[in-house]
T-cell receptor, first 113, second 113 residues
Framework: DAMVIQNPRYQVTQFGKPVTLSCSQT?????MYWYQQKSSQAPKLLFH???????NEADTPDNFQSRRPNTSFCFLDIRSPGLGDAAMYLC????????????FGPGTRLTVL | QQQVKQSPQSLIVQKGGIPIINCAYE??????FPWYQQFPGKGPALLIA?????SEKKEGRFTISFNKSAKQFSLHIMDSQPGDSATYFC????????????FGTGTSLTVIP
């Protein structure tokens, strides 16, 4: 089945230790998104790629970076995780950037010790 | 600034009841209004979506009512079941800002057997 896959499902890191989260998709969608979702809150968009074009949200901290080496893969790098970065990180994809359905992965739960 | 306002924050109904979740928006440029269902530990999954050219859409037990003049839309779940217990997010998409989804704050629904 075509899908959005996130690895790992659970990630534990130490305060200040860089961490990379991975997302892959078999849907061949043009757009890939990264969201941060804290407990009992709505998903918050961090950035998205439309093909290779990177679009950063204005309030996304510099601590968060992303890479998209090809259509299928997208990575979220957190350079120096703080306690406030503990959250669920959701990857999503869509065919086009206009009013189209976004398909979400299962998420990676990040814990910062 | 919350672009999409969602209420109530939580809702408890008996099995067979009809929970109603409401959302309101201000930006008339929004042209796509999805509802997502999220179970604990999982990513959001699209439930049903509507565009502003129709006032109602039904898919199975789920119905969206859309009032363009009032800038409001709502989700109705007919014959609710315990398996419908989840968090529901409304969202709106603005084609002028690259399909960024503006999520509501979520409604935690509990259906009591």
């Amino acid at each position: 089945d075509a899908m959005v896959i996130q690895n790992p499902r659970y990630q534990v890191t130490q305060f200040g230790k860089p961490v990379t989260l991975s997302c892959s998709q078999t849907l061949n969608h043009n757009v890939m998104y990264w969201y941060q979702q804290k407990s009992s809150q709505a998903p918050k968009l961090l950035f998205h790629y439309y093909d290779k074009d990177f679009n950063n949200e204005a309030d996304t901290p510099d601590n968060f970076q992303s890479r998209r080496p090809n259509t299928s893969f997208c990575f979220l790098d957190i350079r120096s995780p703080g306690l406030g970065d503990a959250a669920m990180y959701l990857c999503a994809t869509s065919r086009a950037p206009r009013g189209d359905e976004q398909f979400f992965g299962p998420g990676t739960r990040l814990t910062v010790l | 600034q919350q672009q999409v306002k969602q209420s109530p924050q939580s809702l408890i109904v008996q099995k067979g009841g009809i929970p109603i979740i409401n959302c309101a928006y201000e930006n008339t440029a929004f042209d796509y209004f999805p509802w997502y269902q999220q179970f604990p530990g999982k990513g959001p999954a699209l439930l049903i979506a509507i565009r502003p050219d129709v006032s109602e859409k039904k898919e199975g037990r789920f119905t969206i009512s859309f009032n363009k003049s009032a800038k409001q839309f709502s989700l109705h779940i007919m014959d609710s079941q315990p398996g419908d217990s989840a968090t529901y997010f409304c969202a709106a998409s603005n084609p002028n800002t690259g399909n960024q989804f503006y999520f509501g704050t979520g409604t935690s629904l509990t259906v009591i057997p």
